[in-house]
């Protein structure tokens, strides 16, 4: 029933972008906040970002700050993560998660997509 599928990945060279798209149903996507995780080879599972209901509050883990942009289009049900001067250690596989309890501290984490494969190397 829910569904999250996100596309946009593929290979790039350093310093290069690629924008990642998350396409949301089965649930009512502007009443979640939303994130963007990643999970490298030689890495745990990373919290990259996330973005409450409404647009309105980001938040960024320190290693992709001003690189990385995400934003929301709920009309849409898309989620978007933009990735700017790309390095390397960025080759990971992307997730979009629905995200619950971000007003009250306690994340939780319900949805999950099948991610989307980024691969920065020259």
Known sequence: QVQLVESGGGSAQP??????SCAASG????????SWA??????????????????????YMDSVKG???????????????????????DTALYYCVATTGWDTGVLEYPYWGQGTQVTVSS
């Open 15 to 20: 310093g290069e972008s690629l924008r990642l």
């Open 27 to 34: 649930f009512t996507f502007s009443k979640y906040a939303m």
């Open 38 to 59: 990643r999970q490298a080879v030689d890495k745990g599972l990373e919290w990259v970002s996330g973005v409450n209901s409404d647009g309105s509050e980001t938040y």
């Open 67 to 89: 690189r990385f942009t995400i934003s929301r289009d709920n009309a849409q049900n898309t989620l978007y993560l933009q990735m700017n001067s790309l390095k390397p250690q």
